[in-house]
């Protein structure tokens, strides 16, 4: 940072404050080289401001973001068309096509950037522009949420960095989007001088729909700030700053100025950069010399090198067949003397859940080479970006270091930048077997390198059977011992592995469990003693990982869950990797669940104010939270139950933690004991056919969906929210305030059940009430059948309970099965909708006492002709009917309408409309309704026709200039005038 030099002498320096500030009087005008360069040089963080960003109050892991409430944050559109970005709000615009809420409050009220609908036919483009910015850090992210509409007009989303004469694409995507805002997390790599992003947006020739951003935020972008000293250990930069021990001759420039990574300070190091061959690991099998230009394409090629964060820098991938992995080898080394021999390097692993790469120790002894030792193992889906990682090597005989990439189903494994350390010393060359190429060794094959069977790849043998990918870890067991059910984040498997942790979900690796003896049970607990750890794999990418301890090793516990001092438990450590901060493990791909699906599990968790513990359900690009810890205890372990509920496949299930473990007071996290209970698809209780329930006792045969992260929940009558059964008990409560909340609905369904008869009738009590209450829809699902739609309402229903009906109408020959489903569809997150005293019984309900056609048709129907229709005229498009309904008086409110021209009802012929029986009534009651003659069919009449003699009312003749006309039944007792 060159500002303070500009302004202040060196002992004002001196009182610099943390790193992210530096501080300087206010009015200050700084040099231009530090403005937007993510370090607030002024005191009111001023030569931040308007950057893309907006700078705040230093304050430790405060991140620059931009949520649009205020302005642009300096964002501004460079559009060459018609389709452009511009700053606005969902309740700015009347049926606007884009979210109904904004991401930062959840409301109408909050602002966002988006693309408007473009009205022509031609593709186009929409580019939205961040000013300047400057000196990113290696650590650089970009974090935001898009929203594309089901339907969008963009084909495709682009986020470009532009860095002098280079334009790089960041990130790209053709959908499909998935449902509400989406996270993009994108890392920048270190970036020298001035730079911009630029987000676009286009649209193809044939739809319409709309984009949108909200929650720009720069992570961990700035570079340090000059310190007077720097802790023990700690490299004094030349430009003052200070840097971690591990970051001195990493392969990144963590200073700001390079003096890092100077030759004088790494000259002993031996660094290949595959910029010009493959140095020292010349011995390569299935790995190949590539760049970002001219590569294949495919969307998960790497888009940039690590060494120069440029397309034009090279970098190795795999070429080898998914079914075999590549292998490059290292010379033979020694330790040098009683210090570690330390390889820092950075893979890429992208586009396949089944890529992985492997670290292997082969050691030479002296008389032949052992079997090669695991040292590390990466699996799965890291992100579209290089990560750090390190292992140390203390060995008492020469050695080799071998790297094996094998990859996945349109996957990419790729290395750059290893580097060794100065205690790395080459061994000189003697006659021997080629490295990489040694003569095989008694004993087990590495995991990995292990040959397959006759299985095809992914498939799992276990006896005659080979089991298909889509079965394992499907909660229904397969094999006589269970084994497509092991390894699957919930059973124990006793079989011996590295020491560290790591999963089996290929069919090559789980070959080991042939032949062995394992727990046959599909609801089993993994206590983390097995060094396979139920099959949960970490899949950190920053300076923490999950991973398996031993007890004693436990910050300030002592023992795990079951009070043993020898146990092991899964636990936040230290890592080597240098992007997002919080740490995460996962599953290998589980279900479909059943509605009973649950995991039990004990935790511990002790933390600052911004750390954290949490499960996430992962399907696709979708993230769930289904739970985080409620806060930070020192109370030791503790026990939980969290409702998975039924799933599609494929989910997978996530930890994710956060704490620092550099502060005082034994922070920590660690989950051991956890259970996966009850998840089989055909698990069923007599409580799943419990359609009629009034949510005492339970949730009877309902269960919540997992399509959103909104949810229903049965929640206890307190305060101004009370149950409709006895104003004390419970119901289900939709609330939309809960913090995790963040989807556009919420599912609340029962089981597919068995209809008792042709028709039956639901009934059941609702409660709408707030200013952004949205809707609450009912529908029916039949096998082989669309969705029918029974019942909804919109909008405040006033502060207390109504009672509602539905008819229910059932196949009996074919023997269909049916589900109901209660959908929340949300307008914000200002107020909360609630079910109670749900009841099914034979025969069609009573028609209704009132009906306005907005919710639906409410059970009238126009025979076998169809000549009755209900509609709005919301587009003005409408063949025929008014321009506005009765109830609303406006183009949106719904109306039943038919053509009586004699194209459509030829002369002599009726269009009747039949509502469903009513109630027989105690005492003469009155009916009116309002009706609408066109001006276009003067001749033509109506008439209402009551019981079986069909008395009432009717009107003839056209109707000028009052378009909506009352109709009262004449002669009816009970009716007034």
Same mark, same amino acid.
């Given at each position: 940072?060159?500002?303070?030099?500009?302004?202040?002498?060196?002992?004002?320096?001196?009182?610099?404050g943390?790193?992210g500030?530096?501080?300087?009087?206010?009015?200050?005008r700084?040099?231009?080289?530090a403005?937007?360069?993510?370090?607030?040089?002024?005191?009111?963080?001023?030569?931040?401001?308007?950057?893309?960003y907006?700078?705040?109050?230093?304050?430790?892991?405060?991140?620059?973001?931009?949520?649009?409430?205020?302005?642009?944050?300096?964002?501004?559109?460079?559009?060459?068309?018609g389709y452009s970005?511009?700053?606005?709000?969902?309740?700015?615009?009347?049926?606007?096509?884009?979210?109904h809420?904004d991401?930062?409050?959840?409301t109408?009220l909050?602002w966002?950037?988006?693309?408007?609908?473009?009205?022509?036919k031609e593709?186009?483009?929409?580019?939205?522009?961040?000013?300047?910015?400057?000196?990113?850090?290696?650590?650089?992210?970009?974090?935001?949420?898009?929203?594309?509409?089901?339907?969008?007009?963009?084909a495709?989303?682009?986020?470009?960095?532009?860095?002098?004469?280079?334009?790089?694409?960041?990130?790209?995507?053709s959908?499909p989007?998935?449902?509400?805002w989406?996270?993009?997390?994108?890392?920048?790599?270190?970036?020298?001088?001035?730079?911009?992003?630029?987000?676009?947006?286009?649209?193809?020739?044939?739809?319409?729909?709309?984009?949108?951003?909200?929650?720009?935020?720069?992570?961990?972008?700035g570079?340090?700030?000059p310190?007077?000293?720097?802790?023990?250990?700690?490299?004094?930069?030349?430009?003052?700053?200070?840097?971690?021990?591990?970051?001195?001759?990493?392969?990144?420039?963590?200073?700001?100025d390079?003096?890092?990574?100077?030759?004088?300070?790494c000259?002993h190091?031996?660094a290949?950069?595959?910029?010009?061959?493959?140095?020292?690991?010349?011995?390569?099998?299935?790995?190949?010399?590539?760049?970002?230009?001219?590569?294949?394409?495919?969307?998960?090629?790497?888009r940039?090198?690590?060494?120069?964060?440029?397309?034009?820098?090279?970098?190795?991938?795999?070429?080898?067949?998914?079914?075999?992995?590549?292998?490059?080898?290292?010379?033979?080394?020694?330790?040098?003397?009683?210090?570690?021999?330390?390889?820092?390097?950075?893979?890429?692993?992208?586009?396949?859940?089944?890529?992985?790469?492997?670290?292997?120790?082969?050691?030479?002894?002296p008389?032949?080479?052992?079997?090669?030792?695991?040292?590390?193992?990466?699996?799965?889906?890291?992100g579209?970006?290089?990560?750090?990682?390190?292992?140390?090597?203390?060995?008492?005989?020469?050695?080799?270091?071998?790297?094996?990439g094998?990859?996945?189903?349109?996957?990419?494994?790729?290395?750059?930048?290893?580097?060794?350390?100065?205690?790395?010393?080459?061994?000189?060359?003697?006659?021997?077997?080629?490295?990489?190429?040694?003569?095989p060794?008694?004993?087990?094959?590495?995991?990995?390198?292990?040959?397959q069977?006759?299985?095809?790849?992914?498939?799992?043998?276990?006896?005659?059977?080979?089991?298909?990918?889509?079965?394992?870890?499907?909660?229904?067991?397969?094999c006589?011992?269970?084994?497509?059910?092991?390894?699957?984040?919930?059973?124990?498997?006793e079989v011996g592995?590295?020491?560290?942790?790591?999963?089996?979900?290929?069919?090559?690796?789980?070959?080991?469990?042939?032949?062995?003896?394992?727990?046959?049970?599909?609801?089993?607990?993994?206590?983390?003693?097995s060094?396979?750890?139920?099959?949960?794999?970490?899949?950190?990418?920053?300076?923490?990982?999950?991973?398996?301890?031993?007890a004693?090793?436990?910050?300030?516990l002592?023992?795990?869950?079951r009070?043993?001092?020898t146990?092991?438990?899964?636990?936040l450590q230290?890592?080597?990797?240098?992007?997002?901060?919080?740490?995460r493990?996962?599953?290998?791909?589980?279900?479909?669940?059943?509605?009973?699906?649950?995991?039990?599990?004990?935790?511990?968790?002790?933390?600052?104010?911004?750390?954290?513990?949490?499960?996430?359900?992962?399907e696709?690009?979708?993230?769930?939270?289904?739970?985080?810890?409620?806060?930070?205890?020192?109370?030791?372990?503790?026990?939980?139950t969290?409702?998975?509920?039924?799933?599609?496949?494929?989910?997978?299930?996530?930890?994710?933690?956060?704490?620092?473990?550099?502060?005082?007071?034994?922070?920590?996290?660690?989950?051991?004991?956890?259970?996966?209970?009850d998840c089989?698809?055909?698990?069923?209780?007599?409580?799943?056919?419990?359609?009629?329930?009034?949510?005492?006792?339970?949730?009877?045969g309902?269960?919540?969906?997992?399509?959103?992260?909104?949810?229903w929940?049965?929640?206890?009558?307190?305060?101004?929210?009370?149950?409709?059964?006895?104003?004390?008990?419970?119901y289900?409560?939709?609330?939309?305030?809960?913090?995790p909340?963040?989807?556009?609905?919420?599912?609340?369904?029962?089981?597919?059940?068995?209809?008792?008869?042709?028709?039956?009738?639901?009934?059941?009590?609702?409660?709408?009430?707030?200013?952004?209450?949205?809707?609450?829809?009912?529908v029916?699902?039949?096998?082989?059948?669309?969705?029918?739609?029974?019942?909804?309402? *919109? =909008?405040? +229903? !006033?502060?207390?309970?109504? $009672? @509602?009906? #539905?008819t229910? &109408?059932?196949?009996?020959a074919?023997?269909?099965?049916?589900?109901?489903?209660?959908?929340?569809?949300?307008n914000?997150y200002?107020?909360?909708?609630?079910?109670?005293?749900?009841?099914?019984?034979?025969?069609?309900?009573?028609?209704?006492?009132?009906c306005?056609?907005?919710?639906s048709?409410?059970?009238?129907? *126009? =025979?076998t +002709? !169809?000549?009755?229709?209900? $509609? @709005?005229n #919301?587009?003005? &498009?409408?063949?025929?009917?008014p321009?506005?309904?009765?109830t609303?008086?406006?183009?949106?409110?719904?109306?039943?309408?038919?053509?009586?021209?004699?194209q459509?009802?030829?002369?002599?012929?009726?269009?009747?409309?039949?509502?469903?029986?009513?109630r027989?009534?105690?005492?003469?009651?009155?009916l009116?309704?309002?009706?609408?003659?066109?001006?276009?069919?003067?001749?033509?009449?109506?008439?209402?026709?009551?019981?079986?003699?069909?008395?009432?009312?009717?009107?003839?003749?056209?109707?000028h200039?009052?378009?909506?006309?009352?109709?009262?039944a004449?002669?009816?007792?009970?009716?007034?005038?």
């Open positions: 940072m060159r500002l303070c030099g500009h302004l202040l002498p060196v002992g004002v320096l001196l009182l610099a943390p790193p500030w530096a501080w300087v009087p206010n009015h200050c700084p040099p231009i080289e403005v937007c360069n993510f370090v607030c040089d002024c005191r009111d963080c001023s030569d931040e401001a308007q950057c893309g907006h700078g705040a109050l230093p304050a430790p892991d405060t991140p620059f973001a931009c949520d649009f409430e205020q302005d642009s944050c300096g964002w501004r559109d460079i559009s060459t068309s970005w511009l700053r606005g709000r969902a309740g700015a615009e009347r049926e606007s096509p884009g979210p809420s991401h930062t409050l959840g109408d909050g966002y950037v988006a693309v408007g609908t473009h009205r022509g593709v186009a483009t929409a580019a939205l522009r961040s000013p300047v910015l400057r000196e990113a850090a290696p650590t650089c992210q970009l974090r935001l949420w898009h929203y594309a509409a089901s339907g969008a007009d963009a495709e989303l682009r986020l470009e960095l532009t860095h002098g004469a280079e334009t790089l694409t960041l990130w790209q995507s959908g989007w998935g449902p509400g989406q996270e993009l997390v994108v890392a920048t790599g270190r970036i020298q001088g001035d730079f911009r992003m630029t987000f676009f947006a286009t649209r193809n020739a044939t739809h319409r729909g709309a984009v949108a951003l909200d929650d720009v935020v720069f992570w961990g972008c570079l340090p700030t310190q007077a000293h720097c802790a023990l250990g700690h490299h004094h930069c030349q430009n003052g700053a200070c840097v971690e021990p591990h970051q001195l001759c990493d392969g990144e420039d963590n200073c700001g390079s003096s890092d990574e100077s030759p004088p300070a000259s190091h031996m290949t950069d595959f910029e010009t061959g493959l140095g020292p690991w010349s011995h390569s099998e299935g790995w190949a010399r590539n760049r970002s230009t001219g590569g294949p394409g495919c969307p998960t090629w790497p940039r090198d690590h060494s120069r964060n440029s397309a034009r820098g090279s970098f190795l991938v795999s070429v080898a067949e998914p079914s075999a992995p590549a292998i490059l080898s290292s010379p033979e080394f020694q330790a040098s003397g009683s210090h570690n021999c330390s390889l820092t390097f950075y893979h890429y692993l992208h586009g396949s859940e089944d890529g992985c790469l492997q670290l292997f120790l082969q050691t030479h002894g008389s032949a080479p052992q079997v090669p030792i695991l040292l590390r193992r990466r699996h799965g889906e890291l579209a970006a290089w990560v750090r990682d390190r292992v140390d090597i203390r060995s008492e005989h020469p050695f080799q270091i071998l790297l094996a094998q990859t996945g189903p349109g996957g990419v494994v790729g290395l750059d930048d290893l580097i060794l350390s100065d205690h790395c010393k080459p061994v000189p060359e003697v006659s021997s077997p080629a490295p990489g190429l040694l003569a060794a008694p004993g087990p094959q590495p995991p990995g390198l292990q040959p069977d006759f299985c095809e790849p992914g498939h799992l043998s276990c006896g005659d059977l080979c089991v298909p990918p889509e079965q394992l870890c499907d909660f229904q067991q397969q006589g011992g269970g084994e497509d059910e092991q390894e699957c984040g919930k059973g124990q498997t592995g590295a020491p560290f942790l790591q999963a089996l979900p290929t069919a090559g690796a789980r070959q080991r469990l042939r032949g062995h003896s394992v727990p046959a049970t599909v609801a089993g607990t993994t206590d983390f003693e060094p396979e750890a139920g099959g949960w794999e970490d899949a950190s990418v920053g300076q923490l990982q999950w991973g398996r301890l031993p004693q090793e436990g910050r300030g002592g023992t795990d869950a009070g043993a001092v146990g092991h438990f899964l636990s230290r890592a080597w990797g240098q992007l997002t901060a919080e740490a493990v996962l599953t290998p791909a589980l279900g479909p669940s059943g509605p009973h699906c649950k995991l039990h599990m004990a935790y511990y968790f002790h933390s600052h104010s911004q750390g954290f513990l949490a499960l996430v359900v992962v696709g690009s979708s993230r769930e939270l289904v739970w985080q810890a409620g806060g930070s205890s020192s109370e030791g372990w503790k026990v939980h969290v409702l998975l509920g039924a799933r599609c496949r494929p989910f997978r299930l996530e930890f994710v933690g956060l704490v620092d473990l550099d502060r005082p007071g034994q922070q920590g996290a660690g989950v051991d004991d956890v259970t996966l209970k089989s698809p055909t698990e069923s209780t007599k409580e799943d056919a419990e359609v009629s329930c009034n949510f005492e006792r339970d949730t009877c309902w269960h919540t969906g997992h399509l959103t992260d909104a949810h929940h049965r929640a206890k009558s307190r305060g101004p929210g009370y149950d409709h059964t006895t104003g004390q008990g419970y289900m409560l939709l609330d939309p305030t809960d913090p909340a963040r989807g556009p609905g919420a599912h609340l369904l029962t089981q597919p059940q068995t209809p008792a008869a042709p028709q039956e009738c639901l009934s059941f009590w609702y409660h709408l009430y707030g200013p952004q209450i949205g809707t609450l829809r009912l029916m699902r039949q096998e082989g059948e669309a969705e029918k739609h029974l019942w909804s309402r *919109s =909008g405040t +229903q !006033g502060n207390h309970w109504h $009672q @509602a009906w #539905a229910l &109408h059932h196949q009996l074919s023997g269909a099965k049916y589900q109901l489903l209660f959908e929340g569809l949300r914000g200002h107020g909360s909708m609630a079910l109670d005293d749900l009841a099914v019984r034979p025969g069609p309900c009573w028609a209704p006492d009132h306005s056609f907005e919710d048709a409410c059970g009238f129907s *126009s =025979g +002709q !169809g000549l009755w229709r209900r $509609q @709005a #919301a587009t003005g &498009h409408a063949a025929w009917g321009h506005t309904d009765h609303t008086e406006t183009a949106q409110g719904h109306y039943m309408v038919v053509d009586t021209s004699p459509a009802l030829p002369r002599g012929h009726v269009a009747s409309l039949t509502s469903e029986k009513h027989p009534l105690a005492q003469p009651a009155c009116t309704f309002w009706y609408h003659l066109s001006i276009h069919n003067p001749e033509r009449h109506g008439r209402y026709a009551a019981g079986p003699r069909g008395g009432g009312c009717q009107a003839a003749g056209a109707q200039h009052s378009p909506w006309r009352v109709c009262v004449p002669g009816q007792r009970g009716c007034a005038g």
